[in-house]
């Protein structure tokens, strides 16, 4: 069995790290922090792990060296004692956008300040399977994603990687999402009287997590909107780009077809018929799933791309499993293998 730390455990996303990994075969989480229920049981924090772990939560000042640790810390954190921690830790996986970005002026671009440790930014793998999976491997250290950039890649990546999409032209993401991407702490924003029943535009553009999809996509001009609306988890991106001339749909359905084929997570959805015709997140809370669908008017050479995840999942701690478990050589699939509810 193979030892885990979780720096960020009372979170949410630092919660569902600790879920899926108490359901995992070769890891076993063996210490987890959190400063503000420091002593306590984790279950007085996620009630959903009672009777699962009787772990506490510890100071992050006391953790041990362990095989693996996650990084579960709002943005900014992991960057100010990431040498630190690489001196007790063979793999870290750092869910926060510290280490996404490629460069240094990129990060300072978007994140309005200065990086704290600019040359560990090339020794981080960006932690999408789907897109870095040999580099992955290879890897002792990978970053996080972004969960509306993750929507948003996961929806057109498929189109990009077939050679059918027109790089020159605008690539613009509607992203729809729940109130859970702001984690646990609360803000006015997220008081439930004025998050409830709300589908609320907070970025019409210039969103962070632009900055990950621009560096993935390759595309000249990216734009993504950013919408809250009444879910708890759960992130709906709608892409629209032009495909180059003559592209059919025929070689739409091949292109997510094929990406589906390669990646034990990626789903197609687009039915003729039903009320599930399209991707969509209800159904995928606390699965790593991300479904993917799309529509083409091919005279026009607009093509739509959709992708549905939960955010906490394949957005953050999803991904961040199915990372670990390529870093130590273990079949990706580990300890995720929940599809979701139905009805939800
Ligand atoms: N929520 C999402 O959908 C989502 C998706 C993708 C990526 N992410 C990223 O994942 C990271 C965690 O997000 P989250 O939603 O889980 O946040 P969260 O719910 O706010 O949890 C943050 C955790 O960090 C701990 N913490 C805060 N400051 C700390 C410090 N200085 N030292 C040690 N521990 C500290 C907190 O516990 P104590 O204060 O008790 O120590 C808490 O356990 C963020 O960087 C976020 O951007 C989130």
């Given at each position: 069995m193979l030892s885990a730390t979780i720096i960020g455990g009372s979170g949410y996303t630092g919660g569902e790290v600790l879920r899926i990994l108490l359901q995992h075969p070769h890891v076993q989480v063996t210490q987890i922090t959190s400063r503000q229920y420091l002593g306590q049981f984790v279950y007085s924090v996620h009630p959903n792990l009672r009777k699962q772990s009787e772990l506490k939560f510890i100071s992050p000042d006391a953790i041990e060296p362990t095989d693996i640790v996650f990084l579960a810390l709002p943005h900014g954190e992991a960057q100010k004692k990431i040498g630190e921690l690489a001196g007790k830790f063979n793999y870290i996986v750092d869910l926060s956008a510290d280490f996404r970005l490629k460069d240094a002026a990129t990060y300072q671009k978007w994140y309005g300040e200065e990086h704290q440790a600019p040359e560990w930014l090339d020794k981080f793998v960006y932690g999408l399977p789907e897109i870095y999976r040999e580099e992955i491997k290879q890897a002792k250290y990978v970053s996080g994603v972004g969960c509306n950039a993750t929507a948003s890649n996961l929806a057109m990546f498929p189109l990009v990687k077939a050679g059918l999409i027109d790089l020159s032209q605008p690539m613009i993401f509607e992203v729809k999402s729940g109130s859970s991407e702001g984690g646990a702490s609360g803000n006015p924003g997220s008081h439930h009287p004025e998050r409830a029943n709300v589908i609320r535009t907070?970025?019409?553009?210039?969103?962070?997590h632009t900055a990950e999809v621009m560096q993935i996509l390759g595309a000249k001009q990216v734009s993504l909107t950013m919408t809250s609306v009444d879910l708890v988890r759960g992130a709906l991106a709608t892409g629209h780009a032009t495909v180059n001339s003559g592209v059919t749909k025929k070689e739409v359905w091949g292109a997510y077809r094929q990406f589906s084929k390669e990646n034990p997570f990626i789903r197609v959805v687009k039915e003729v018929k039903g009320i599930y015709r399209m991707p969509e997140p209800k159904i995928l809370a606390g699965s790593n799933y991300a479904d993917v669908g799309f529509d083409i008017d091919e005279e026009n050479k607009h093509v739509i791309a959709i992708c549905a995840i939960d955010n906490l999942m394949k957005g953050a701690a999803g991904s961040a499993v199915q990372c670990m478990n390529l870093m130590l050589g273990l079949d990706e699939t580990e300890g995720m293998r929940f599809c979701g509810l139905h009805p939800a």
């Open positions: 907070y970025a019409a553009y210039g969103h962070r």
